[in-house]
């Protein structure tokens, strides 16, 4: 079981950037796909980006396109989320995600493990 810790949220103003980072353990890290999820207040949880186990295969949502960035270390465990030109609409709780099993599509259906969640507040 895989187990996910989130840092780097915090308050920012519209247009500004924030870097999140997730550090995993529990199992290899390389051989799993890793993503973001994001959830407001009053609304479903959803993908924001997720990267392929082997690194070479990101998915976005269509809300933070260009503007969100996705990368994996394998050599620290980590996977991080650089998010610029931030908006009020994109103020939420971010969880780090990783799937059950090994070599799986980034597809959100699967994902399986979920960080604690670390919040981004972007004010207008």
């Known amino acids: 079981q895989a187990q996910l810790v989130e840092s780097g949220g915090g308050l920012v103003q519209a247009g500004g950037s924030l870097r999140l980072s997730c550090v995993a353990s529990?199992?290899?890290?390389?051989?799993?796909?890793m993503g973001w999820f994001r959830q407001a207040p009053g609304k479903e949880r959803e993908l924001v980006a997720a990267?392929?186990?082997?690194?070479?295969?990101?998915n976005y949502a269509n809300s933070v396109k260009g503007r969100f960035t996705i990368s994996r270390d394998n050599g620290k465990n980590t996977v991080a989320l650089q998010m610029n030109s931030l908006k009020p609409e994109d103020t939420a709780v971010y969880y780090c995600?990783?799937?059950?099993?090994?070599?799986?599509?980034?597809?959100?259906?699967?994902?399986?493990?979920w960080g604690q969640g670390t919040q981004v507040t972007v004010s207008s």
């Open positions: 995600a990783a799937p059950a099993s090994p070599f799986s599509s980034i597809m959100p259906s699967s994902f399986a493990y």
């Open positions: 990267i392929s186990w082997s690194g070479d295969i990101t």
């Open positions: 529990g199992r290899t890290f390389s051989l799993y796909a």
